[in-house]
Nanobody, 126 residues
Framework: HVQLVESGGGLVQAGGSLRLSCASS????????MGWFRQAPGKEREFAAA????????DYGDPVKGRFTISRDNAKNTVYLQMNSLKPEDTAVYYC???????????????????WGQGTQDTVSS
């Protein structure tokens, strides 16, 4: 069983940066694909970024490409989302998610993630 806890959210001015962390209590963290999703007020959940269990494949949603960076530290059972050049439209609740990784080629953004964190609020002011 995997439990995820996000941290690092907060209020930031447009153009600034935030770094989100997601700590996992699962004992097989390195076997999981990890993703970040976000949900803005009045909007549906949106894919932000994901990283394959092996670390060799990374995917980003179009709105965050070039500005966000996902990474993982398996020794710490933690996945990160570095968010730079933040815009007001990045304001959302950000969720960490996990799903058991697999072999082969597949789209990280289309996977059904089984485990979710509680979410952390990021607010970007203009």
């Amino acid at each position: 069983h995997v439990q995820l806890v996000e941290s690092g959210g907060g209020l930031v001015q447009a153009g600034g940066s935030l770094r989100l962390s997601c700590a996992s209590s699962g004992r097989t963290f390195s076997n999981y694909d990890m993703g970040w999703f976000r949900q803005a007020p009045g909007k549906e959940r949106e894919f932000a970024a994901a990283i394959r269990w092996s670390g060799g494949v990374i995917d980003y949603g179009d709105p965050v490409k070039g500005r966000f960076t996902i990474s993982r530290d398996n020794a710490k059972n933690t996945v990160y989302l570095q968010m730079n050049s933040l815009k007001p439209e990045d304001t959302a609740v950000y969720y960490c998610a996990a799903v058991l990784g697999s072999i082969g080629i597949y789209a990280l953004r289309s996977r059904k993630y089984d485990y979710w964190g509680q979410g952390t609020q990021d607010t970007v002011s203009s």
